[in-house]
């Protein structure tokens, strides 16, 4: 078997297992897409689209953090626990084919999520915006979806099985709420307002709102950078926790 099928088959087996699993796959595409029908567009105020607008983008960033985060820290907290993850380590199988998979299966999930706010926004919202608007918001989020994989990752390789869900839980909703993704960061106190420039989830809002000119004026280098050193943080850290791992068990 040539190295792109292993690929190919270890991304599809992902996927499948994953989307056998109601109570995984309910939550991450009805909750963001609920969440936005009654606060984006039940709650908008009369007359006007730029409040149903600006939570299209804040809510979509909300629904694609979930499935990478939780994907990615249950799974391999599990298959660790379960001893799969060495004895993928043991096969012929490159490690970067079952890391791969997982951000495959998180991109998917995304790209649904992103298909039903887009389509919610658009039939219920009445958001109009350009074409390349559209498709800018929706590659944005797609590559967003990177820093939160990695935290899921790190999250897997550090926590038990059981741990892992209530952690990722306790790190999830506080980062969606004090990132400004559920209401407008402006409605915040003053300290937490502050306190959104730690999350990556803030940052990856302000890129997209930025597309639309809604956005509270940062430069969009700065956004650019905080993502760009976050992920190349986490990335370190998990080589770093991997090799540990994979130290320990040899």
Same mark, same amino acid.
């Given at each position: 078997?040539?190295?792109?099928?292993?690929?190919? /088959?270890?991304?599809?087996?992902?996927?499948?297992?994953?989307?056998?699993? &109601?109570?995984?796959?309910?939550?991450?595409?009805? *909750? &963001?897409?609920?969440?936005?029908? *009654?606060?984006?567009?039940?709650?908008?105020?009369?007359?006007?689209?730029?409040?149903?607008?600006?939570?299209?983008? @804040?809510?979509?960033?909300?629904?694609?953090? +979930?499935?990478?985060? *939780?994907?990615?820290?249950?799974?391999?907290?599990?298959? !660790?626990?379960?001893?799969?993850? @060495?004895?993928?380590?043991?096969? &012929?199988?490159?490690?970067?084919?079952?890391?791969?998979? /997982?951000?495959?299966?998180?991109?998917?999930?995304?790209?649904?999520?992103?298909?039903?706010? *887009?389509?919610?926004?658009?039939?219920? +919202?009445?958001?109009?915006?350009?074409?390349?608007?559209?498709?800018?918001?929706?590659?944005?989020?797609?590559? +967003? @979806?990177?820093?939160?994989?990695?935290?899921?990752?790190?999250?897997?390789?550090?926590?038990?099985? /059981?741990?892992? %869900?209530?952690?990722?839980?306790?790190?999830?909703?506080?980062?969606?709420?004090?990132? +400004?993704?559920?209401? %407008?960061?402006?409605?915040?106190?003053?300290?937490?307002?502050?306190?959104?420039?730690?999350?990556?989830?803030?940052?990856?809002?302000?890129?997209?709102? /930025?597309?639309?000119?809604?956005?509270?004026?940062? &430069?969009?280098?700065?956004?650019?950078?905080?993502?760009?050193?976050?992920?190349?943080?986490?990335?370190?850290?998990?080589?770093?926790?991997? !090799? !540990?791992?994979?130290?320990?068990?040899?």
């Amino acid at each position: 078997m040539n190295t792109l099928a292993i690929y190919q /088959k270890e991304a599809w087996y992902d996927l499948i297992s994953v989307w056998r699993t &109601p109570g995984f796959v309910l939550p991450a595409l009805a *909750f &963001p897409l609920v969440f936005y029908l *009654f606060f984006g567009v039940l709650f908008s105020p009369s007359g006007s689209t730029s409040h149903a607008v600006y939570m299209l983008v @804040t809510y979509s960033c909300f629904g694609i953090m +979930g499935p990478a985060m *939780f994907n990615f820290a249950m799974s391999i907290a599990s298959d !660790r626990a379960q001893g799969w993850l @060495t004895l993928k380590r043991l096969s &012929p199988m490159p490690v970067s084919a079952y890391l791969l998979a /997982k951000m495959a299966t998180s991109l998917v999930f995304a790209l649904f999520i992103i298909l039903l706010l *887009f389509s919610a926004a658009a039939i219920f +919202g009445e958001v109009r915006l350009y074409h390349s608007q559209w498709l800018g918001l929706a590659l944005l989020l797609l590559l +967003g @979806t990177v820093p939160f994989a990695l935290i899921g990752l790190l999250l897997g390789l550090t926590l038990s099985d /059981k741990a892992a %869900p209530g952690v990722v839980n306790l790190l999830y909703l506080p980062m969606a709420f004090l990132s +400004g993704l559920w209401l %407008p960061v402006t409605m915040l106190p003053q300290f937490l307002q502050q306190l959104a420039w730690l999350w990556p989830s803030y940052h990856l809002s302000q890129l997209g709102l /930025k597309l639309l000119a809604l956005d509270q004026g940062q &430069p969009l280098l700065l956004h650019l950078t905080i993502l760009l050193v976050t992920s190349t943080v986490l990335t370190l850290l998990c080589l770093l926790v991997f !090799r !540990r791992y994979t130290g320990a068990k040899s």
